[in-house]
């Protein structure tokens, strides 16, 4: 079999001053790229903050509107409105100093106007399975997040 060569008439230039002028145009192209992709990032970040800081400040005017600015005794007052019914004493072992404590705190929070109807002791919490760690899965996390 007789090899079978192509000539063409175009020939790759290896010039010197062609091989550092596209460098130099590559470089500058890929300088180019990253200043326009460092604006873009930029401005975005712009945008989130102005709108975090937009939601910050309504919270804030939020949590001050609703917000009681009259000094409350934690004592009563003179024109504090009598109890409609007498406390009972608490259910399931809750002591008489924390129904206190608990009803001094929700009065200094609400106002005059509030009404306690129970206390009860909070119940035992279970985790979500799903949503506790493996121990191996947390191995691996500590593991694979190691620094060097």
Do not use: C
């Not at 406390?87 to 924390?98: H, L, W």
């Amino acid at each position: 079999m007789d090899l079978i060569t192509l000539k063409t008439a175009i020939e790759a230039d290896s010039s010197p001053g062609f091989t550092s002028t596209l460098v130099i145009a590559g470089f500058f192209g890929v300088l180019l790229l990253l200043v326009i992709l460092i604006i873009v990032f930029s401005i975005f970040s712009k945008i989130v903050s102005k709108s975090q800081t937009k939601k910050g400040k309504k919270k804030e005017e939020k949590a001050i509107m609703t917000q009681d600015l009259k000094v409350v005794s934690p004592f009563g007052s003179e024109n504090a409105a009598p109890a409609s019914a007498p406390v009972q004493a608490a259910p399931q072992g809750v002591s008489e100093e924390i129904v206190a404590a608990i009803s001094a705190a929700v009065y200094m929070m609400e106002g005059e106007g509030a009404v306690i109807r129970s206390i009860a002791p909070a119940k035992a919490v279970r985790q979500n399975p799903i949503k506790t760690r493996n121990p191996w899965a947390m191995a691996a996390i500590v593991q694979n997040t190691k620094p060097f």
